[in-house]
């Protein structure tokens, strides 16, 4: 069956310092990936998605994120992070299969916090 | 600013009770999606509607429904509800019928309480 795992449920890093959110996935054909942000008290918001072609995509508020076929994993990165990227992220796999029910399958989401 | 409404915001109400959540797509949107976002469980896919029409449900449970009616607008139904229905509802909206290059904006969400 189709999984998004986030194996971490917490993280803390200094503003400044660089970040990676880990995403491995679960899905039998090639995947549409996503990385979403929650802040607190809104919505989600599309980072970044990859559908094909560079494994390397960008995304927005400096974002970026790699995908690597061999260890089924989407990593979301950023050099430099800053206060106001404390939220909530998380990964997504889009199973558009036709027949298959359209929809997004959500890893649990990994906590940002940013220490000053 | 996702361009998805959700009203209301907040709603407490008790156990056995029914309740109604509103959802206004993005301009130009045809799809729109339900999802419920609990502690344990995360987000789940409850309902994609397109154009009016049921096409895909998920983890939605026999006591709710939902709708999409001809300006687009939906609505999600909860009845006879129970303290474990207490979450985040998060309405999205997409372009199309749900295509791999159609991502989903999502709106603020609302937030059920159940006491």
């Known amino acids: 069956a189709q999984s998004v795992t986030q194996p971490d449920i917490h993280i803390t890093v200094s503003e400044g310092a660089s970040l990676e959110l880990r995403c491995n996935y679960s899905?039998?054909?090639?995947?549409?990936l996503f990385w979403y942000v929650q802040s607190p008290g809104q919505g989600l918001q599309l980072l970044l998605k990859y559908f094909s072609g560079d494994t390397l995509v960008q995304g927005i508020k400096g974002f970026e994120a790699e995908f690597k076929r061999s260890q089924s994993s989407f990593n979301l990165r950023k050099p430099s992070v800053h206060w106001s990227d404390a939220a909530e992220y998380f990964c997504a796999v889009g199973d558009f299969n036709a027949g298959n029910n359209r929809k997004l399958i959500w890893g649990l989401g990994t906590s940002l916090a940013v220490n000053p | 600013d996702s361009g998805v409404t959700q009203t209301p915001k907040h709603l407490i109400t008790a156990t056995g009770q029914r309740v109604t959540l509103r959802c206004s797509p993005r301009s130009g949107d045809l799809s729109v999606y339900w999802y419920q976002q609990s502690l344990d469980q995360g987000l789940q896919f409850l309902i994609h509607y397109y154009n009016g029409e049921e096409r895909a449900k998920g983890n939605i449970l026999e006591r709710f429904s939902a709708q999409q009616f001809p300006d687009l607008h939906s609505e999600l139904n909860l009845s006879s509800l129970e303290l474990g229905d207490s979450a985040l509802y998060f309405c999205?909206?997409?372009?199309?019928?749900?295509?791999?290059?159609?991502?989903?904006?999502f709106g603020d969400g609302t937030r059920l309480s159940i006491l």
């Open positions: 899905y039998g054909a090639t995947p549409y």
């Open positions: 999205a909206s997409s372009v199309g019928t749900g295509g791999s290059n159609q991502p989903q904006h």
